[in-house]
């Protein structure tokens, strides 16, 4: 399968490529910053880098670049910094998934592209009754004012729930959900879940950045896994010991 990668320079998109190679998928990845890649990426043929910052292209240069590939992955994310987190682009996450999936449409595939978003467990699934307490509400709700990357998070989400929804012919959608984040270098056991299983605020569980990339690459590469969570958020934890 050939599969686009939207934010592979990123820690857990640098593992999604990975991943993907290992399964001997074709791969292009998007990135600003190609120098900053591994050497070994340079020389694989079934990698091709293409240097853009991806939210400034066109609608009609993003469907060339995505012409062909029957997946897209979005790893992107704000930076950890003042500007990262407050400058611009505020709405990187949305308008990236919107502009690609314009650009699917544009297309006009015969088969539907499988559209892979990486998104938080503090964004709820509204398709779905996920009851949070009143505090962890309250801390949402400020988080949502004072931090454009949440926001971002879920308005991403939200555009794939209720702008493509679950019927679009053209595109198919997985929004993945991962808690807290950290930095390990071998695939180990993990856990999916349709909603999160423990407070994203007060009681937050840890996944390593390559299990999600691994889930990920799954899912492509697994008509039956797709299948099961097609038009869904999973929420994604390290197994417990």
Same mark, same amino acid.
């Given at each position: 399968m050939k599969v686009l990668v939207a934010g592979a320079s990123?820690?857990?998109?640098?593992?999604?490529?990975?991943?993907?190679?290992?399964?001997?998928?074709?791969?292009?990845?998007?990135?600003?910053?190609?120098?900053?890649?591994?050497?070994? &990426?340079?020389?694989?043929?079934n990698l091709q880098?293409?240097?853009?910052?991806?939210?400034?292209?066109?609608?009609?240069?993003?469907?060339?670049?995505?012409?062909?590939?029957q997946a897209i992955v979005s790893c992107l994310g704000h930076n950890l910094s003042w500007k990262g987190v407050y400058g611009h682009p505020r709405k990187l996450v949305t308008d990236a998934t919107r502009n690609l999936c314009k650009a699917i449409k544009r297309n006009e595939p015969k088969q539907a592209v499988r559209f892979i978003l990486m998104n938080t467990t503090g964004n709820l699934?509204?398709?779905?009754?996920?009851?949070?307490s009143f505090a962890q509400?309250?801390?949402i709700g400020i988080l949502r004012l004072i931090l454009p990357p949440h926001a971002d998070n879920e308005k991403a989400a939200d555009y794939l729930r209720t702008e493509?929804?679950?019927?679009?012919?053209?595109?198919? &959608?997985?929004?993945?959900?991962?808690?807290?984040?950290?930095?390990e270098n071998e695939v180990t056991p993990y856990e999916i879940h349709p909603s999160p299983t423990r407070s994203a605020i007060?009681?937050?569980?840890?996944?390593?950045?390559?299990?999600?990339?691994?889930?990920?690459?799954?899912?492509?590469?697994?008509?039956?896994? &797709?299948?099961? &969570?097609?038009?869904?958020?999973?929420?994604?934890?390290?197994?417990?010991?």
């Open positions: 990123g820690a857990t998109g640098r593992h999604l490529v990975e991943q993907l190679l290992i399964q001997k998928h074709k791969v292009k990845a998007i990135v600003r910053t190609p120098e900053k890649l591994p050497e070994s &990426w340079r020389n694989n043929v880098i293409v240097s853009a910052n991806l939210t400034e292209l066109s609608i009609g240069e993003l469907s060339e670049h995505i012409r062909g590939c699934n509204r398709d779905l009754h996920e009851p949070i509400k309250c801390v493509i929804g679950q019927n679009n012919p053209f595109i198919k &959608w997985i929004a993945v959900r991962p808690d807290g984040l950290t930095n007060f009681n937050a569980g840890k996944i390593s950045r390559i299990n999600v990339a691994h889930f990920m690459a799954s899912l492509i590469d697994s008509d039956d896994l &797709w299948l099961r &969570w097609q038009g869904q958020m999973p929420v994604i934890y390290n197994k417990s010991s």
